[in-house]
């Protein structure tokens, strides 16, 4: 089936640095997701975008739409504890729109050390 | 509170046995999802609904069914469990021709155990 390239899988990093992934892909998204897990908890939808080129910010939180349509990044600035989770993309095809079926990467597991 | 239930949080069940999951959304959504999660595969699709006992097949439906036999109730059943379906079981609705279709609201996740 499709796939996303979701990079990178893992990242240790200080409280208050900058975080920055990214997912890739071959095919052409109309749609894409960001969301986070919490340990024992389901995914949560942190940023949705829309549009080829379009940047979108939510706090500290801020993705971007490639221009091709095929890719993606998040960036968190001054990470927290809080921070810490398992981050996915996560593309809707075209022909999904009506369905709301998505492909997710494999995703980013974030670890903060305080 | 919007929310997505999952009727139960750990299950262990033995080879052979058949599991019921059961699903519940309060939000009238059309889309129901079930999905698995294993480490380093990410999220992915079994089976999902965008109506009352419309199913249609993801990307791995092998050894899975599903019913809907109501708007707000989706069920994946894996009829005679193995080994190799032990893993997360993640359940997510989204609304239908709204434009946010991916959207999804997720549950808490079954974690199911097959020894």
């Known amino acids: 089936g499709q796939q996303l390239n979701q990079s990178p899988q893992s990242m240790f990093i200080q409280e208050g640095e900058d975080v920055s992934m990214n997912c890739t892909s071959s095919?052409?998204?109309?749609?894409w997701l960001w969301y986070k897990q919490e340990p024992g908890e389901g995914p949560v939808l942190l940023i949705a975008?829309?549009?080829?080129?379009e940047l979108t910010s939510n706090g500290r939180l801020t993705a971007q739409f490639g221009i091709t349509r095929k890719d993606s990044f998040l960036n968190i600035s001054a990470s927290i504890p809080s921070d810490v989770g398992i981050y996915f993309c996560?593309?809707?095809?075209?022909?999904?729109?009506?369905?709301?079926?998505?492909?997710f990467g494999q995703g980013t597991t974030l670890q903060v050390k305080p | 509170d919007v929310k997505v239930t999952q009727s139960s949080r750990y299950l262990v069940k033995r080879t052979g046995e058949k599991v019921f999951l059961e699903c519940v959304q309060d939000?009238?959504?059309?889309?129901m999802f079930w999905y698995r999660q294993d480490p380093g595969l990410g999220l992915r699709l079994i089976y999902f609904?965008?109506?009352?006992?419309?199913?249609e097949k993801g990307d791995i439906p092998e050894g899975y069914s599903v019913s809907r036999e109501k708007k707000e109730r989706f069920s994946l059943i894996l009829e005679s469990a193995s080994t190799n379906q032990t893993s997360m079981y993640l359940c997510?609705?989204?609304?239908?021709?709204?434009?946010?279709?991916?959207?999804?609201?997720f549950g808490e996740g079954s974690r199911l155990t097959v020894l």
């Open positions: 997510a609705s989204s609304p239908r021709g709204t434009g946010r279709t991916g959207e999804l609201f």
């Open positions: 095919s052409i998204f109309n749609t």
């Open positions: 975008l829309y549009k080829a080129g």
């Open positions: 996560a593309g809707q095809l075209l022909g999904s729109s009506n369905t709301g079926k998505l492909i």
């Open positions: 939000m009238d959504h059309e889309n």
């Open positions: 609904s965008y109506d009352v006992k419309m199913k």
